[in-house]
């Protein structure tokens, strides 16, 4: 297998679906001027192959986009080589902004200030439910 040094302090983005760490990538890291890794296609006993994202100092890290995306992400948080904080990113029930509601009349694509906010209908086919019109959106990912 590929072998990337570890990291001393840093984030590690795992378990994310093969093929999707670069659509992560380019929504939510493409900006940061520190070192990043991305490893495509890792073998992964539970997953068969799997993509890892691999970066170092802090990071804020948008949990609610990761698990919209992929709700089988854990975030790996490390500082002076000991993992100090695991999250497993899990289906997201509400979600603040990250996407676009559906309804093209809707407040939120108008007034800057209304961030829609959006509460799971369907569980497993990403359905959400606006808070402004109650408009019912299915979470895309290459929006
Ligand atoms: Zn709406």
Same mark, same amino acid.
């Given at each position: =297998?590929?072998?990337?040094?570890g990291?001393?302090?840093?984030?590690? !983005?795992d378990?994310?679906?093969? #093929?999707?760490?670069?659509?992560?990538?380019?929504?939510?890291?493409?900006?940061t001027?520190?070192?990043?890794?991305?490893? *495509?296609?890792?073998?992964?006993?539970?997953?068969?192959?799997?993509?890892?994202?691999? =970066? /170092?100092?802090?990071?804020?890290?948008?949990?609610? =986009?990761? #698990?919209?995306?992929? /709700?089988?992400i854990?975030?790996?948080?490390?500082?002076?080589?000991?993992?100090?904080?695991? !999250?497993?990113? $899990?289906?997201r +029930?509400?979600i603040? $902004?990250? *996407?676009?509601?559906?309804?093209?009349?809707? !407040?939120?694509?108008?007034?800057d200030?209304? !961030?829609p906010?959006?509460?799971?209908?369907?569980?497993?086919?990403? =359905?959400?439910?606006?808070?402004?019109? /109650? /408009?019912? +959106?299915?979470?895309?990912?290459?929006?």
């Open positions: =297998m590929l072998e990337v040094k990291i001393q302090t840093g984030i590690v !983005i378990h994310i679906k093969a #093929g999707t760490g670069l659509i992560i990538f380019n929504k939510l890291f493409h900006t001027k520190q070192p990043v890794v991305l490893l *495509m296609n890792v073998n992964s006993k539970l997953l068969g192959t799997k993509d890892i994202i691999k =970066m /170092e100092g802090s990071h804020s890290i948008d949990v609610d =986009m990761l #698990g919209l995306i992929d /709700e089988n854990t975030v790996n948080f490390i500082e002076d080589n000991h993992l100090v904080k695991k !999250i497993n990113t $899990g289906i +029930t509400r603040k $902004g990250g *996407m676009k509601c559906d309804n093209p009349r809707c !407040i939120s694509h108008t007034d200030c209304a !961030i906010e959006f509460t799971l209908v369907t569980e497993g086919k990403r =359905m959400y439910s606006c808070s402004y019109c /109650e /408009e019912r +959106t299915v979470f895309k990912l290459e929006d």
